[in-house]
């Protein structure tokens, strides 16, 4: 069984950049895409970008120029990297696991999630 | 962006009841829907993906159907572990975006 287990500050700075890390358990990060997800308080799921096990990447245009995301492979976990934090990116951070059948992605296994709160 | 609009929110039922929920794409996105179960405090659980194809371990009384841009979700005869918030998302391209919700209630 997948699991997946976000780690990182739940308190960060205005400004300071905003850093989280997702550790796969019983599977190999060597496949599949790897997405971060968000949820602000009270408010819908957005989705940040993935990281494909190849190192490729895509992300929200919204956030792409504050946004990096990578995976390390001996290490199978992958991170979130977000710059210039401010208020608005308060938010339940999650990592999911992308899948696929005939093209057609869904987000089958997620971590539990984090709280990230942005404030001095 | 392709915006993801679901009706209604929210949405009162008893056990038993026959419940369906509606997401509307802003366009076309084939049959690259998926919907997702969410409970206080937790991850969102997927239900269905790609339209129909419902998830390893999902009670069968989940059912989901659409193309194009319109879906739905219905369940069958509800059960009190269902009460919780749903939401659908698109996969046909990126940004991958979701719905408002749904939050289903007890009447």
């Known amino acids: 069984q997948v699991q997946l287990q976000e780690s990182g500050p739940g308190l960060v700075k205005p400004s300071e950049t905003l850093s989280l890390t997702c550790t796969v358990s019983?599977?190999?990060?060597?496949?599949?895409?790897w997405s971060w997800i968000r949820q602000p308080p009270g408010k819908r799921l957005e989705w940040i970008g993935y990281v494909y096990y190849t190192g490729s990447t895509n992300y929200t245009p919204s956030l792409k120029s504050r946004v990096t995301i990578s995976l390390d492979m001996s290490k199978n976990h992958f991170s979130l990297n977000l710059s210039s934090v401010t208020a608005a990116d308060t938010a339940v951070y999650y990592c999911?696991?992308?899948?696929?059948?005939?093209?057609?992605?869904?987000?089958?296994?997620w971590g539990q999630g984090t709280l990230v709160t942005v404030s001095s | 962006d392709i915006q993801m609009t679901q009706s209604p929110s929210p949405l009162s039922a008893s056990v038993g009841d026959r419940v369906t929920i509606t997401c509307r794409a802003s366009?076309?996105?084939?049959?690259?829907l998926n919907w997702y179960q969410q409970k206080p405090g937790k991850a969102p659980k997927l239900l269905i993906y790609a339209t129909f194809n419902l998830q390893s371990g999902v009670p069968s009384r989940f059912s989901g159907s659409g193309s194009g841009t319109d879906f739905t979700l219905t369940i069958s005869s509800l059960q009190p572990e269902d009460f919780a918030t749903y939401y659908c998302?698109?996969?046909?391209?990126?940004?991958?975006?979701f719905g408002q919700g749904t939050k289903l209630e007890i009447k």
């Open positions: 366009q076309s996105i084939r049959s690259s």
């Open positions: 998302q698109q996969s046909y391209s990126t940004p991958y975006t």
């Open positions: 999911a696991r992308m899948d696929a059948v005939a093209a057609l992605y869904y987000f089958d296994y």
């Open positions: 019983g599977g190999s990060i060597s496949s599949y895409y």
